[in-house]
């Protein structure tokens, strides 16, 4: 799925857009299917747009449901709440993103200390592991920045049970290189395939599964189809979800950063935005190719910001806000959210304030509530 055009929101309407009149149609089908890269995709391949939210979850649910109805939207409607719900569970859960953190230092460490984990290491990453697909996934990642759902879930699963890697390291590689990277659904995805995030419940890859639904251009031996789930000591601990701030009123300065990238439709109240700064924080050794899909979106939100609120737009630099009280998206944990200047106030969009609640625990209970959410 090559992404082709900048990371800005026309392109990521023209992507919507093919999805409704290609692809979308046969979705719930077609969806599990990974032709290849040269293929067209069964998928809309817009989650580098929604994970920046150049476009929203909103919008491109409302258009789903407007173009196939309530029934032949639902499966691509459950699967973009996927994203809301890790959102969610990961601000309710920050251990999660804590222990992920810890947990790659130490595998960085052991790789340093661990000839024969550095060797196979160096091998999955850079595709000379001799698995059939695997290796070939491995380039399609650091080149194209972009993997089908279903072979995440089959790389993953290889990473950890096959060539028994710490999951850690494989979150990481696939967080500096995904154009779509994002802590919440990458880090939580890794774990629910380790059997981590539904403890005991793991996601085993299996060859027949692969040929199948790679249409028989994959058929790797020597899968361990039979091992058993990881565990941990102590499961991450639930907190209670972090409030908001309420938009003040009068003269702000609005704070953009790539979690929230279409200020056009934030919540402001009655706030009146004079200045706008753009906040880059990119994942800690982002891929070149994600550095510059970064850059373009922002660019392209500053340009669409600085005219629909008529004023100056440009990257943040000491003493950009003035005096002003300074606004902010909310910035679920990661890098934007560590980088937030103190004192900011922070603010949530609706979609997250009414589903975030249902997320806690699992999906379910987020799944079950969609029709209130997008009534309310
Ligand atoms: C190990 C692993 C790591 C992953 N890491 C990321 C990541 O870093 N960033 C990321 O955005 N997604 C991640 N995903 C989820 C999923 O693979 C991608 O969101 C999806 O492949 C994007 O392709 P698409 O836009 O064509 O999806 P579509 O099938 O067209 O779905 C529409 C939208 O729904 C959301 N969505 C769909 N499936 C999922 C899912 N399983 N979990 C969460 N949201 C979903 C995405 O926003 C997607 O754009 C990961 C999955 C796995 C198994």
């Known amino acids: 799925m090559p992404i082709g055009p900048a990371l800005t929101r026309d392109a990521g309407f023209d992507a919507l857009t093919a999805f409704l009149a290609g692809p979308g149609a046969d979705y719930a089908a077609a969806r599990n299917t990974d032709r290849g890269p040269e293929a067209r995709p069964t998928t809309s391949a817009l989650s580098p747009f929604l994970r920046r939210r150049l476009l929203t979850e909103d919008e491109v649910v409302r258009a789903a449901l407007s173009a196939f109805g309530e029934d032949g939207a639902q499966k691509f409607v459950s699967e973009v709440f996927w994203r809301t719900y890790f ?64 072979t995440r879930m089959w790389f993953a699963s290889i990473w950890i049970f096959t060539l028994r890697l710490p999951w850690e390291l494989g979150a990481d590689f696939f967080l500096r290189h995904l154009l779509d990277g994002d802590p919440a659904s990458n880090t939580l995805s890794w774990r629910w395939v380790a059997g981590l ?96 899909a970064d850059e373009a979106a922002m660019a392209d939100a500053l340009a669409r910001a600085g005219t629909h609120f008529a004023c100056g737009a440009e990257p943040i630099r000491d003493g950009w806000a003035g005096d002003r009280p300074v606004v902010t998206a909310w910035a679920p944990l990661g890098p934007s959210a560590d980088a937030l200047p103190g004192g900011c106030l922070r603010i949530r969009r609706d979609w997250d304030e009414r589903a ?11 799944r079950s509530a969609i029709p209130k959410v997008l009534r309310d």
């Open 87 to 150: 959102k969610g569970h990961l601000e309710t859960h920050p251990e999660a993103w804590t222990s992920y953190r810890a947990g790659l230092d130490t595998a960085r460490a052991r790789l340093d200390a661990e000839p024969g984990l550095r060797r196979v290491y160096g091998q999955a990453v850079d595709g000379r592991t001799g698995i059939d697909g695997f290796d070939d996934w491995a380039r399609q990642l650091t080149g194209e920045g972009w993997l089908h759902n279903h």
């Open 197 to 292: 995030h539904t403890r005991g419940k793991h996601y085993l890859a299996r060859r027949e599964n692969i040929r199948q639904y790679t249409q028989g251009r994959y058929d790797p031996s020597g899968l361990d189809e039979d091992a058993e789930p990881l565990d941990e000591a102590m499961p991450p601990r639930e907190v209670p979800l972090p409030k908001a701030d309420a938009p003040p009123e009068g003269e702000v300065a609005l704070l953009l950063h790539l979690d929230d990238l279409h200020p056009e439709s934030l919540p402001l109240g009655r706030a009146r935005v004079v200045r706008i700064g753009g906040l880059l924080a990119h994942a800690d050794g982002a891929s070149a190719q994600v550095r510059e």
């Open 356 to 366: 975030w609640p249902f997320s806690a625990r699992g999906y379910s209970r987020l």
